[in-house]
Each structure stands twice: as structure tokens, then as C-alpha cells.
């Protein structure tokens, strides 16, 4: 890898270097990016330094909990307890025990997790010395939580050092023993295989290898990206749960304050950690909770967006209950979000032109070029079924005619296949063509 191109990662950029028409004026540009580099790297230092001056801070007086000792040796342990009547954004945690584990096994994939309680449900989620994964990769900080009646607990299992990792792997391995099933976000790309990898490395039992497992990271991008700019967690706690952290430790910093850890043993480095990995914890369980009543009820939550409550009947759709899709989707046929009914109207015709009810199809056509005379989807099929089914050729011609006197308004592909089809549909006008195609297919 060049140079520069090593500096573009470091500095996060993304374009490529301008032409530059000398060799002074390239090595001036390599100049500038190495002391952003550095810069930054000053910068982040002295908000290390900033933050901990002073005497180091021993880890009991900083983090509550307790040293554990088993067989493999010893790690720190800590226990918190969000009581039913505290709230996280605008869900009280008391509600979030109440999840329709029908609907978590279905998003998960997993018959067996649909015949599970709540309470049978372990979430978890790491802190790491990096992201690459490997062996070179090490899961510091494990958090757990789980419902205990309509509490939620959460706990953490902290290695202070290396050496402790396998009796902390081995007291996960004996809670995990205890439950059915898992929840996490992007668990199966990362936290289980990082896990598992360590679990062998330290020659103990993987207790996860065949636990059912709910990812909620891929069902939370299926649903919410029509309106999210991404599926992290930070931005689904704000967008979805109402929840905004202040004060939150950027991902970035973490592992170097681990290492400040190791390196100074100031507890101070690492509560900031503890309480994003807690909030993490928690913000899962309430994002399940909110994901399975959104797919669990098959109706529309209220202040729940109608966007939401598209995706959920695409997915019904894709599942194969088209029952419930369609019911979903006629809530939303004069939604007031101009693009989410438009949307709506182009899936449910396409739902009823499969169950071949062309009337229930042509209706929502219609709607759809009420609203916007140029919808080239809607004149396509509108067309095809007049043509097919009704063996209207005038209006079929008329509406294909509103398309070509804006040549502007399609590509030059679809125009052609337009003039084709009305060239066609001009034929059999002429020949006053009434009777045969009863059984034809619009196509």
C-alpha cells in the first residue's frame, strides 16, 4: 500500500488525491497529512491525560462488584438491576418482559425460540481490544442481561488482566447453562465467532454452538432503513426507542483504555465503558420488545410510522402469509406519507395480481394515476389488464398516450416498449378483437 493511500485511511479520507503538478506540491500534500495524523493523535491523548490526572483510582472504588474465584482463577464480577418502573427513552422496563415470543421466533428464523419464555432469553454483547477479530482479539468485558419477573438484570464479567480469561469464559459458560436462547446485535458476525474462538484457545466447551440465536441487528436493517441512515445501535436508541446518550465513550477509545488500564490500573479509564456496555444491554432488550410487538400484533402500534409498518407486511409477504401483509398494507393505501402509500398501493396490486383478483388490482392502478397521471407502473398494468381482461383498447391506448406525449417522463427502453404495445393494441382495436383472450395473462 503507498503511502498516501495509508494516510487517506488514517485521516478518513475517502476520495483520491487531486493531480497535483509537481513533486514539491505532492510531497507539501504528505506533509499536511501527517500532521493531521498527528494532530490528532496529540488531541486524543491530552483528553486521556485531561481526564485522569491525578492519583490512579482503584477498580472497587470506581466500579461496584466483587472478585470471583473458580477452579481456572479468579476475574471482577458486577451486578445492576434496572428495576419495572425506571424507563429507557419512552419504554418503562417493566413492559419490556411482555415480548410475544411467537413473533421473536419468527424474526429470528427459529421454531425453537418461538416455544421459549422471556425470561429464557440471554443478551449479550462484548468489549474488545479491536474489531479485526482473531485470536489477536481480546473480549475484556462480557455483558450479560436477562429478566428476573419484570426486572431486568445486567452483568459483567471483566478480565482486570490476560491471564483471567478462562475463569471468566468458564463462569459464562455456567450462566449460559441456565438459558434457552440468545439475543444480540450483530452477534453472529462478531461477538459469538470472536467468543468461539476464544472459547477453544482456552480449551473449554462453546455453551453457544447450539443455543438458537436472535440477531437483532439484521431484522432492525430490514425494517427501519427506508427511514434510518443506518442500523447501528446509537442511532435505532434515538430513531426508535427515543433514547439519546450523553456522554457516551466513543467505540474508538475503548480498547486504548483498556491498555491505559494494564498500563496504569486507574479504574477511571474504564466507567465510562461499563456504563456503554450496560446500555447496550438494555437498549437490546427494548429494541426487542418494540420489534416484536411491531411484528407480533400484525396491526399498526400506535405513533408507530406507517414505514415501519410497511416493512413488517413485506416481510409477512416474503414469510408467505399474504393474509396478514394484505391487511396490513389496506391500513396504509391513504397514508399521509406520500411515498410510503405509493409503495404500499405498487405491493398490494402486485399481491392481488397474483391471487389473479384483477379487479381488487385495477382499483389500486386507478388510485395510484388519480394521483400522479405519469406513473409509468401504473399505465403498464393498468393497460395490460385492460388490454387482457377487459379488452378495452381505447383507454389502454389513452393511458399509454399520456406517457408518450412526454417522452421525457421514461427511458428510452421503456418508451419503446411502450410504442410496441400500443402499436399492438392498435391492431386489435382495428380488428375489433372482443371476444378472444379470456384466458390470456396480462403480460
Known amino acids: 500500500m503507498r503511502v498516501t493511500d495509508k494516510l487517506k485511511r488514517l485521516t478518513g479520507e475517502t476520495d483520491k488525491l487531486p493531480k497535483l503538478q509537481s513533486s514539491n506540491e505532492t510531497i507539501n500534500e504528505l506533509r499536511r497529512k501527517i500532521d493531521t495524523v498527528i494532530e490528532r493523535s496529540r488531541r486524543i491523548e491530552e483528553r486521556h491525560s485531561a481526564s485522569f490526572k491525578g492519583k490512579a483510582q482503584p477498580l472497587e472504588s470506581v466500579i461496584t462488584g466483587e472478585e470471583i474465584v473458580n477452579e481456572h482463577g479468579t476475574f471482577y464480577f458486577t451486578r445492576s438491576t434496572f428495576h419495572e418502573s425506571s424507563s429507557h427513552g419512552c419504554r418503562m422496563v417493566g413492559d419490556l418482559a411482555d415480548i410475544d415470543m411467537r413473533a421473536a421466533g419468527l424474526i429470528a428464523g427459529s421454531s425453537e425460540i418461538a416455544l ?36 431486568f438484570v445486567t452483568s459483567q464479567l471483566f478480565a482486570r488482566d490476560f491471564p483471567e480469561e478462562k475463569a471468566m469464559l468458564n463462569f459464562l459458560q455456567e450462566i449460559a447453562a441456565q438459558k434457552q436462547f440468545l439475543v444480540t446485535f450483530n452477534g453472529k458476525a462478531y461477538d459469538i465467532n470472536l467468543l468461539s474462538t476464544r472459547f477453544i484457545l482456552n480449551r473449554l466447551e462453546d455453551p453457544f454452538i447450539n443455543m438458537p440465536h436472535l440477531d437483532l441487528l439484521f431484522i432492525c436493517r430490514r425494517l427501519f432503513r427506508h427511514r434510518l441512515e443506518n442500523s447501528r445501535l446509537v442511532t435505532l436508541e434515538c430513531g426508535i426507542l427515543g433514547f439519546e446518550r450523553t456522554g457516551d465513550v466513543p467505540g474508538y477509545e475503548i480498547p486504548q483504555r483498556y491498555f491505559d488500564w494494564l498500563k496504569r490500573r486507574d479504574a477511571r479509564a474504564l466507567e465510562d465503558i461499563f456504563e456503554h456496555n450496560r446500555l447496550d444491554i438494555l437498549s437490546m432488550a427494548a429494541l426487542n420488545a418494540h420489534l416484536t410487538e411491531l411484528v407480533g400484533t400484525g396491526t399498526n402500534p400506535p405513533d408507530t410510522h406507517p414505514g415501519d409498518i410497511m416493512a413488517v407486511a413485506r416481510l409477512f409477504f416474503e414469510y408467505g402469509d399474504s393474509v396478514l401483509a394484505t391487511k396490513l398494507y ?27 383478483c384483477w379487479e381488487d388490482a385495477a382499483r389500486l392502478w386507478e388510485i ?46 421503456e418508451h419503446d416498449a411502450l410504442i410496441y404495445r400500443m402499436e399492438r393494441l392498435k391492431r386489435k382495436s382495428g380488428l375489433h378483437l372482443t371476444d378472444n383472450g379470456d384466458n390470456e395473462n396480462p403480460e
Open 116 to 151: 421459549m419464555n422471556p425470561a429464557d432469553g440471554l443478551y449479550l454483547d462484548t468489549e474488545t481490544t479491536g474489531l479485526a477479530g482473531g485470536t489477536g482479539t481480546f473480549p475484556f468485558l462480557i455483558g450479560l442481561g436477562w429478566f428476573e419477573d419484570k426486572n
Open 330 to 356: 389496506e391500513e396504509l393505501i391513504h397514508c399521509e406519507y406520500t411515498e410510503v402509500a405509493k409503495e404500499t398501493r405498487r405491493q398490494l396490486s402486485l399481491i392481488h395480481k397474483r391471487a389473479e
Open 368 to 413: 395510484m394515476l388519480a394521483d400522479n397521471p405519469l406513473d409509468l407502473f401504473a399505465v403498464e398494468e393498468l393497460a395490460k389488464f385492460l388490454e387482457h381482461k377487459k379488452h378495452d383498447y381505447t383507454r389502454a391506448i389513452e393511458l399509454i398516450e399520456v406517457i408518450l406525449d412526454r417522452p421525457v417522463a421514461v427511458a428510452p427502453f
